[in-house]
Structures are given as structure tokens and as C-alpha cells.
């Protein structure tokens, strides 16, 4: 059974960092792109990052250039978003998502979701 599972979001004040994980199981992330989205309150789910099969990485908001990265660990089938200096704007749900072609910052572009996971930032 093919799952993505998040983890890693909670509160942190303005300028602190979180790494969200995202775990996936059913299915290896050497044949998938794995892409990062967020929803924030009362805005439509957006684009954040993408690891290729390859292993390439994007980012599709500038907001997250040169503040998130995003990388993979093969060996725990487990992609990683590290956020730095994060800013109240950040706050949001963030999902992680997986398809089989490359990345792609269109959300029907995925098959595979995770739940999602908070992420506050607020002083």
C-alpha cells in the first residue's frame, strides 16, 4: 500500500527553522518526484518544492528560495524540507505528494498525498 506520512510541523517563533519529513512506504523515491505544497487559511494549496527521482530539486515559490531546502534520504525512503528563517507568512499545512513522472508544480500532477502537517509561525 502506497503512503505518505508528514511529520516535523509545530509552532515556532519568527526567524526559527523546522524540517518536515515526509516518509514514504509502498513505493521508492528513486522512481517518484516528490513535491512539497502548502494551504494556508483561506488560500488555495500552492507549490512549494520538488525532488526529482533523480534527485534534482526546484522550488516553485520565491518565498522559499534560499530559505527551504529540500533533499532525500534513499536509504529511509524519506524526503526532508528543511525551513530557515521562517516568517508568519509561512504558516500554513504543508502536504507532501508523489507522482511518477517529473517534478511538477500542478497539483493534479499527483496521485499520492500525505495528511499534511501544521506548521505555525507566530511570536
Known amino acids: 500500500q502506497l503512503q505518505l506520512v508528514e511529520s516535523g510541523g509545530g509552532l515556532v517563533q519568527p526567524g526559527g527553522s523546522l524540517r518536515l519529513s515526509c516518509a514514504a512506504s509502498?513505493?521508492?523515491?528513486?522512481?517518484?518526484?516528490i513535491g512539497w505544497f502548502r494551504q494556508a487559511p483561506g488560500k488555495e494549496r500552492e507549490g512549494v518544492s520538488c525532488?526529482?527521482?533523480?534527485?534534482?530539486?526546484?522550488y516553485h515559490t520565491d518565498s522559499a528560495k534560499g530559505r527551504f531546502t529540500i533533499s532525500r534520504d534513499l536509504a529511509k525512503n524519506t524526503v526532508y524540507l528543511q525551513m530557515n528563517s521562517l516568517k508568519p507568512e509561512d504558516t500554513a499545512v504543508y502536504y507532501c505528494?508523489?507522482?511518477?513522472?517529473?517534478?511538477?508544480?500542478?497539483?493534479?500532477?499527483?496521485?499520492?498525498w500525505g495528511q499534511g502537517t501544521q506548521v505555525t509561525v507566530s511570536s
Open positions: 525532488i526529482s527521482r533523480r534527485g534534482s530539486s526546484s
Open positions: 509502498g513505493f521508492t523515491l528513486d522512481f517518484n518526484a
Open positions: 505528494a508523489a507522482r511518477s513522472g517529473y517534478c511538477s508544480a500542478n497539483i493534479p500532477d499527483y496521485n499520492y
